[in-house]
């Protein structure tokens, strides 16, 4: 918490404020676990992997920033906001994700940030203090099993995109439906895409 005490907030969460990215758009993704362990820092790292893999970034931030800073670029942490978690879960995952993206980017670390929601409630936190006309990144995985998740996931993006106005979304998974499609670009999740390809 010494590390984040500094960063510029936003009432009514003290949500840290985010930076705009507008560098260039990311050519290829790779999970940070596999990145860092194969020294692979031609690419953009992601925080798309389960949270155990990525709990030692937010457990020792400054062992990390040296390493952070050599990728071409970060997307921000996505620590799960499950629409089965509590509401002070939900708040706290998000404020982890903000305040490790904040302080990244003033430490010069080249920060797409992760725009991510639960429910309809989460809102308020969730977009506050974001920058509009940016590029940013949004992730779908996991919700496909369920049309609930899939409609709660679709109202946030809505959301999204109405108080951002972004410039470009990096987006991690597959197209669904009623997307901005003209202002994103695809990547597909790395780990289905080998079990469906056999790699």
Not at 76 to 101: E, G, K
Not at 126 to 131: C, D, Y
Request: glycine letters at 6%; one cysteine or more; charged letters at 20%.
């Amino acid at each position: 918490m010494d590390l984040f005490g500094d960063l510029q907030t936003v009432s009514p969460f003290e949500m840290p404020v985010i930076g705009s990215y507008n560098g260039i758009v990311p050519s290829r993704l790779v999970p940070f676990n596999v990145a860092v362990a194969n020294h692979d820092y031609d690419c953009t790292a992601h925080f798309y992997i389960n949270d155990p893999l990525f709990f030692r970034v937010l457990r020792n931030p400054t062992r990390y920033l040296s390493v952070l800073k050599k990728f071409k670029a970060v997307i921000s942490p996505d620590f799960s906001q499950y629409i089965d978690f509590p509401y002070a879960l939900r708040l706290c995952n998000a404020y982890w994700n903000r305040a490790l993206a904040a302080w990244w980017q003033k430490n010069d670390v080249n920060v797409i940030f992760n725009v991510t929601w639960s429910m309809p409630d989460s809102y308020p936190y969730s977009f506050v203090g974001v920058p509009r006309h940016s590029t940013i990144a949004i992730n779908c995985m996991g919700i496909k099993k369920h049309e609930m998740s899939q409609y709660l996931w679709m109202k946030g993006y809505e959301e999204a995109v109405k108080q951002l106005e972004p410039s470009c979304i990096i987006r991690y998974g597959s197209v669904m439906p009623g997307e901005r499609t003209d202002i994103s670009v695809y990547f597909e999740n790395q780990i289905i895409g080998r079990m469906q390809h056999g790699r």
